[in-house]
C-alpha cells in the first residue's frame, strides 16, 4: 500500500462557494485529518482567515498561507516548498489544496504528477470544480447576461477560465441549486456532461457534499485515455472518412455526440481539407451563434503556414500558431518529421493541412453552422491565386510560432457608479 497523502485540488470561478465547501469538509470530516491549502489574489491572504475562522484553526496550524500571486503560475515553487514542509511537519490524512478562482487546475495537478519533491509525497485523488450554476448558466447557455461576465486582472476573460477548469474535472458542483429551477439544474448538469463527460456532478447549496464523496473516493488517473474533455472525445469520435479531395470532405452522424437532447445539449465536429478565406473566418468567429458554448480544433486559413488552434468558451475567442504546418517545411525537414510519426493524416496534395473544429452547445443548429462555416471556405478562384501566388487577403491570424491573437472578447461590465 502506498505511503502518498491523497490531495484533492479545488478549483472555480470567483465567489462560486470554495471557502464554503473548505470550511464545510473541517467541519464535517470526522476522523480524518485534513490539512487545507488556500491562496488568493490579493496582498492578504483573506481565504485563509476566512477559512481557519470558519474552521476554528489558526493560519498557522492546519492552514498554510500563500498571498500575492497565483499558485498554478508565480507561485509554483512556493507551492512546491508548503506541500513538502507540510508533509513533512504535520501528520495529516489529506491534503485540499485551493487554488485561486483565477487558476488553472491542472499546472497545480502536474506539479503532484510529474517527476518533483511533491509527487514523491502525495498521489491526486481528484479535481474538483465548484460552480455558482446560475452564473455559469448565465455565461453559457445562450440567453447571457454580459454584465455579470468580466475578466480576470490579465485580461483574459473569466469564460475562458471556467470552461479550463469544468474540462480537467472529476467532480462539479453546482452549487448555489436553489437559485435554479429543475428545469436550469437540468441543463446545467447536460453543458457540464457535453464539457467533461467523465465528470460527475453533485447538486449542491451552501457548497454541502458529504466529505467522503470527495475525500475518499481515487478519481484521478492521468493515464486513463477516457478521461478527456468532451471536445477531445468529440474529435476521437469522429468519421475520418472522406477523400479530402473537395471543397469538404463527406461527414455524417459519427461526428455527431448526443449528450442528451431532451436539454438540446449536443456536438458535432466539422471537418475539411480546404483552407478558410482568413477574412469570412475571422467574421463568422465574432458573430457564432448565442447557443455555441464551447468550440475548440485546428483550421487551416488560406495564405497562413502555421496550423490555428482557436477556442472558444461562451462570448471568447482566441487563437494561436503553436506550429507551422508540416507540409509548409522544407523537403528534407517535411520528409524528417513524416518519418518521425507514421500515423500522420497526410493528403497527397495538401499534406497534413486540415480543419478538424468541434462546436459544443444548447440549440444549436448544425447544418446552419456548417453551412456557415462552408462559406467561409475559399472559393475555386480565390484556391488558384493561392496557387500562383496572387491571393491578397489580411485576418487576425497569427503567423509565427507562438503567437496568439484575440478574435472576440466578452461585452465589459457596465460600472454603476459611471
Known amino acids: ?88 511537519d504535520r501528520s495529516f490524512d489529506h491534503l485540499v489544496v485551493e487554488s485561486s478562482g483565477i487558476s488553472e487546475p491542472a499546472p497545480v495537478a502536474r506539479l503532484f504528477t510529474a517527476e518533483s519533491r511533491a509527487a514523491a509525497l502525495y498521489d491526486v485523488s481528484s479535481l474538483v470544480t465548484v460552480l455558482d450554476t446560475r452564473l455559469f448558466l448565465d455565461a453559457f447557455a445562450g440567453d447571457g447576461t454580459p454584465e455579470r461576465r468580466g475578466t480576470d486582472e490579465d485580461g483574459r476573460p473569466l469564460s475562458d477560465l471556467l470552461v479550463d477548469q469544468i474540462e480537467v474535472s472529476n467532480v462539479v458542483l453546482l452549487n448555489k441549486a436553489d437559485l435554479c429551477t429543475e428545469a436550469e439544474l437540468a441543463e446545467a448538469e447536460e453543458l457540464v456532461r457535453a464539457l467533461r463527460p467523465d465528470a460527475e456532478t453533485i447538486r449542491t447549496e451552501f457548497s454541502a457534499v458529504d466529505p467522503a464523496t470527495l475525500l475518499d473516493v481515487d478519481r484521478f488517473d492521468p493515464g486513463a485515455v477516457n478521461e478527456m474533455p468532451g471536445w477531445k472525445q468529440a474529435l476521437e469520435d469522429a468519421d475520418h472518412g472522406g477523400d479530402g479531395s473537395g471543397a469538404h470532405d463527406d461527414h455524417d452522424d459519427h461526428g455527431h455526440r448526443h449528450p442528451d437532447e431532451v436539454y438540446g445539449v449536443t456536438s458535432f465536429t466539422y471537418r475539411r481539407r480546404r483552407p478558410f478565406h482568413p477574412e469570412r473566418l475571422a467574421a463568422f468567429l465574432r458573430d457564432l451563434p448565442d447557443g455555441v458554448v464551447r468550440s475548440k480544433g485546428t483550421l487551416w486559413v488560406a495564405g497562413n503556414d502555421h496550423r490555428q488552434v482557436v477556442g472558444q468558451a461562451g462570448p471568447s475567442v482566441r487563437v494561436e500558431a503553436p506550429s507551422p504546418w508540416i ?11 513524416r518519418s518521425n510519426r507514421p500515423d500522420l493524416d497526410w493528403h497527397d496534395e495538401h499534406g497534413d493541412r486540415l480543419t478538424e ?13 456548417e453551412a456557415a462555416l462552408d462559406d467561409c ?21 497569427p503567423n509565427e510560432p507562438g503567437a496568439e ?12 457608479s459611471e
Open 327 to 337: 507540409a509548409s517545411l522544407p523537403e528534407v525537414e517535411r520528409d524528417m518529421y
Open 1 to 88: 500500500m502506498s505511503d502518498a497523502i491523497p490531495v484533492t485540488i479545488l478549483s472555480g470561478n470567483l465567489g462560486a462557494g470554495k471557502t464554503t465547501l473548505l470550511n464545510h469538509l473541517l467541519r464535517e470530516a470526522g476522523d480524518r485529518d485534513v490539512a487545507v491549502l488556500v491562496n488568493d489574489m490579493g496582498d492578504v491572504n483573506v481565504d485563509a482567515d476566512l477559512v481557519a475562522d470558519g474552521s476554528e484553526l489558526d493560519v498557522d496550524d492546519g492552514v498554510t498561507e500563500l498571498s500575492n500571486g497565483c499558485i498554478c503560475c508565480e507561485l509554483q515553487d512556493d507551492l512546491e516548498t508548503a506541500v513538502v514542509r507540510l508533509a513533512r
Open 357 to 369: 473544429y468541434v462546436v459544443i452547445g444548447t440549440e444549436i443548429d448544425r447544418e446552419a453552422i
Open 377 to 397: 471556405l475559399v472559393t475555386d478562384a480565390e484556391f488558384e491565386a493561392l496557387d500562383d501566388g496572387s491571393f491578397d487577403a489580411d485576418g487576425p491570424f
Open 405 to 416: 491573437a484575440v478574435i472576440r472578447e466578452p461585452t465589459p461590465a457596465p460600472n454603476p
